[in-house]
């Protein structure tokens, strides 16, 4: 009985974790191999956003200011957007995909820097970072950095 309830409830979790991800409205995704995928399909760069969803003031602001603003949607439009969270409430994501991020984590962002915007080509190879965000509202040094990795 308990494995056909959790059979039944599986889709829902697979949903609350992808609302969970980034509700922005432009189409971030949380799989590195899609991504990548994506990448090669469109000959597009791929924008790696590291996070602390839940924990990190800065990430929160440059979300709200830059991320979830309608100015972000020429910039989303070049590139393939990956969504990388490291909450600290464990509950936010699947064990399986914090496990994924931190092991992006490990090979493009070693410093734990957060927030970050590392830009990445098709293949894999890193073109840019920029980590940091002062929360004074002021984002023109993060849509230069868009601007310069864009195809």
């Not at 920029?130 to 230069?144: D, F, L, V």
Request: glycine share 4%.
């Amino acid at each position: 009985m308990k494995k056909l309830i959790l059979l039944l409830l599986f889709p829902v979790f697979l949903t609350a974790q992808s609302n969970t991800n980034y509700d922005s409205g432009y189409d971030w995704l949380t799989s590195y191999d899609m991504a990548m995928k994506k990448a090669k399909k469109n000959d597009k760069n791929i924008l790696m956003f590291f996070t602390g969803s839940d924990w990190c003031p800065p990430c929160v602001a440059l979300k709200k200011d830059l991320l979830d603003t309608p100015k972000f949607k020429s910039y989303a439009d070049e590139y393939i957007l990956l969504y990388v969270d490291i909450p600290r409430n464990k509950d936010l994501l699947s064990a399986t995909q914090l496990a994924d991020n931190k092991k992006l984590a490990s090979k493009y962002n070693k410093r734990g820097s957060v927030p970050m915007m590392k830009i990445v080509n098709e293949k894999g190879n890193e073109l840019g970072a920029m980590s940091g965000y002062s929360m004074n509202g002021e984002i023109q040094y993060h849509t230069k950095f868009l601007s310069k990795y864009t195809k």
